[in-house]
C-alpha cells in the first residue's frame, strides 16, 4: 500500500503564501493520477489540482493563476504552491494518488489525512 502524509497548512491572512507537500511512502508503483483535493464545512471535497500524466495537469478554475502544482521524483513529494490565498481557500486540503502495481492491474486510490489551510484576517 502507499501512504501520503500531508504538511505546510496553517493560519495566514488573505493576499498570504502556502506551500504544501505531501510525502509517499510505500509500494508506490505506476501512478495514473497525483493530486490535490479540499473540503471545507458543509461541502463537498472537490479537486484542487492534479497530475493526470508527466506532462499534464488538471486546476480548478478557482486556483488558476494562483496555485502551481509540482512534484519531485526523487523524494517522491508532491507540491501545491499557494498564492494569494483568499478567504474562501479555507478548508481541508487532502493529498490524493491513484497507482496500479502492474500495467494492467487494477487501479486503487490513497490518501492522506489531510492539513488544515485557514484564510482569514
Known amino acids: 500500500q502507499v501512504e501520503l502524509v500531508e504538511s505546510g497548512g496553517g493560519l495566514v491572512q488573505p493576499g498570504a503564501s502556502l506551500r504544501l507537500s505531501c510525502a509517499a511512502s510505500?509500494?508506490?508503483?505506476?501512478?495514473?493520477?497525483w493530486g490535490w483535493y479540499r473540503q471545507a464545512p458543509g461541502n463537498q471535497r472537490e479537486l484542487v489540482a492534479k497530475?493526470?500524466?508527466?506532462?499534464?495537469?488538471s486546476y480548478t478554475e478557482s486556483a488558476k493563476g494562483r496555485f502551481t502544482i509540482s512534484r519531485d521524483d526523487a523524494k517522491s513529494t508532491l507540491y501545491l504552491q499557494m498564492n494569494a490565498l483568499k478567504p474562501e481557500d479555507t478548508a481541508v486540503y487532502y493529498c490524493n494518488i491513484v497507482v496500479r502495481r502492474r500495467l494492467f492491474g487494477s487501479a486503487i486510490d490513497y490518501w492522506g489525512k489531510g492539513t488544515l489551510v485557514t484564510v482569514s484576517s
Open positions: 497530475f493526470t500524466s508527466a506532462a499534464s495537469t
Open positions: 510505500g509500494s508506490i508503483g505506476m501512478i495514473d493520477a
